[in-house]
């Protein structure tokens, strides 16, 4: 069974920084897609970035391209989000996900992502 942690939220400025861990366990970690989703109160899950660990592909929303960078630690199982140049519309719930495939076309379908994380608690103060 496939487990995630993410961990590393808490409250920033605008314009801080947060660097968000996404521990996997449970799978052979190189043939997977780990994606960040978030969710803010009121609003949908959005879709913010995803990596693949077999090949190291990246897809970026366009509102974080430059902010976000997505990496993977594969001998540690651990995927991390460092977010910079952090915005009050940033404050949400981050969640990390897991999908056996990463296809460019549906890296934003939260459907296709079979398992998930607790979420992390992401504030940015104004």
């Known amino acids: 069974e496939v487990h995630l942690v993410e961990s590393g939220g808490g409250l920033v400025q605008a314009g801080g920084s947060l660097r968000l861990s996404c521990s996997v366990s449970?799978?052979?970690?190189?043939?997977?897609?780990i994606g960040w989703f978030r969710q803010a109160p009121g609003k949908e899950r959005e879709w913010i970035v995803s990596i693949s660990v077999t090949d190291s592909r990246t897809y970026y929303l366009d509102s974080v391209k430059g902010r976000f960078t997505i990496s993977s630690d594969n001998g540690e199982d651990i995927v991390y989000l460092q977010m910079n140049n952090l915005k009050p519309e940033d404050t949400a719930v981050y969640y990390c996900?897991?999908?056996?495939?990463?296809?460019?076309?549906?890296?934003?379908?939260?459907?296709?992502?079979?398992?998930w994380g607790q979420g992390t608690q992401v504030t940015v103060s104004s």
């Open positions: 996900a897991s999908t056996p495939s990463l296809l460019k076309s549906f890296v934003d379908r939260a459907e296709l992502y079979s398992a």
């Open positions: 449970g799978f052979t970690f190189g043939d997977y897609g």
